[in-house]
Each structure stands twice: as C-alpha cells, then as structure tokens.
Nanobody, 123 residues
Framework: QVQLEESGGGLVKTGGSLTLSCTAT????????MGWFRQAPGREREFIGC????????FYLESVKGRFTISRDNGKNTMYLQMSSLKPEDTAVYYC????????????????WGQGTQVTVSS
C-alpha cells in the first residue's frame, strides 16, 4: 500500500502562484493514475484532475482549467500541481490520491490518499 504526502501549501495573495507536490513516502505510484482533489470548508470534495503514467492530463474542474497544471515524475514517485492566478475561491485543503489500476476517471476509483495540504488565498 502506498503512503502519500502532500507539501507546498501555504498562504498566497490573489493572483499568486503555488506548486504542490505529492510524494510516495512508502510504496510507489506504479502505472496508476494519480489525482488531485480539494475540499473547502463546508463543501464537498472536488476532483480537480488526474495524470496518467505517460503524462496525459485530464481536468474535471472547469474553474481551474487554464490556471492549474498537473504533472508527474515517475522516477521520483512525485506528482505536482502547479497553480497560478489563484483566487480566494481556490482556498481549500488539497489532496492527492492514487487510483486503482486501470481506473481513475471517477473519485470512487481512488483508494490511497494523502493527509492534505492547506492552501489559503487572501483577497
């Protein structure tokens, strides 16, 4: 079983940028899709998007398209979420997760989760 750890969160002003990392501290990504999610206080978790082993990215959250980029380094078992033009509504806890083999287009496909990292965007 993989253990995932997110890092890179923090406080940033509107319009700023942050890059989050997700690293496997135990186990490995293998060939599974890796996904980014977020949850704001009082709201349901949102599926931001995922990246395949080969680097193909699919975004599911319309509000971040054009502002967020997902990538992964398989050799380092690390995935990244580059966020730019941040808005106060991007404030949330951001989670990474590993999908079941051969799946990953639905949130229910993800079983291994990190603890999350807080991103706060001030206005």
């Amino acid at each position: 079983q993989v253990q995932l750890e997110e890092s890179g969160g923090g406080l940033v002003k509107t319009g700023g940028s942050l890059t989050l990392s997700c690293t496997a501290t135990a186990g490995a990504f293998e060939a599974n899709r890796m996904g980014w999610f977020r949850q704001a206080p009082g709201r349901e978790r949102e599926f931001i998007g995922c990246v395949t082993w080969g680097g193909d990215v699919e975004f599911y959250l319309e509000s971040v398209k054009g502002r967020f980029t997902i990538s992964r380094d398989n050799g380092k078992n690390t995935m990244y979420l580059q966020m730019s033009s941040l808005k106060p509504e991007d404030t949330a806890v951001y989670y990474c997760a590993k999908s079941l083999a051969g799946r990953g287009i639905n949130e229910a496909d993800y079983r291994d989760w990190g603890q999350g990292t807080q991103v706060t965007v001030s206005s």
